[in-house]
């Protein structure tokens, strides 16, 4: 009989395709969740820079009021008001809440203003807040004016 050798296969044992998987898999989850948390973050600061929007145009639609009426509007202060848009004249005006905040144009963000004329002669501050809620919790930006006769100083605020 002949002797007939076996040469031996080279190939991966079952132990090191396991470790490569594994290792594998651990790369790939590693990016998945990166990307996620990217995208989560890239959202909180679109959400930012739309409710910094927002605010800043309550404090124009404000600033655009008559300015006796809007104490007129708001008395005793300091009060809480919505605006509210009204389509037949292409106006705003203030309004009372009504139990909710004004939703700003059918999306996830509130707009809500306190006027206070209480410490101040012909004058009034305005604070515009804009409140939403998304993935990461119930978040507030703030911007708040000045308006003496009809000049109004806009400063904001963020938390």
């Known amino acids: 009989m002949k002797n007939v050798k076996y040469k031996m296969r080279k190939g991966f044992s079952l132990i ?45 639609i404000l600033r655009s009021l008559p300015y006796d009426a809007t104490l007129e509007a708001c ?43 209480t410490s101040l002669t012909n004058a009034y501050k305005a604070i515009v807040y804009i409140e939403w809620e998304d993935s ?3 978040h507030r930006k703030t911007v708040d004016g000045r308006q003496v006769n009809a000049d109004v100083e806009a400063k904001t605020i963020i938390f």
Do not use: W
């Not at 996620?36 to 404090?59: C, E, P």
């Not at 809480?80 to 905040?101: A, C, H």
């Open 75 to 117: 008395t005793p202060t300091p009060c809480v008001k919505k605006l509210t848009f009204l389509p037949d004249t292409n106006e705003y005006k203030l309004s009372d809440l009504g139990g909710k905040n004004e939703p700003v144009t059918d999306t996830i963000f509130e707009r809500y203003i306190t006027i206070d004329s």
């Open 16 to 60: 090191e395709l396991v470790f490569a998987m594994s290792f594998l898999t651990i790369i790939i989850l590693g990016v998945i969740t990166l990307q996620s948390s990217n995208l989560a973050m890239m959202n909180r600061q679109n959400n930012q820079i739309q409710a910094h929007f927002y605010a800043n145009q309550g404090i124009q």
């Open 136 to 138: 990461t919790g119930i």
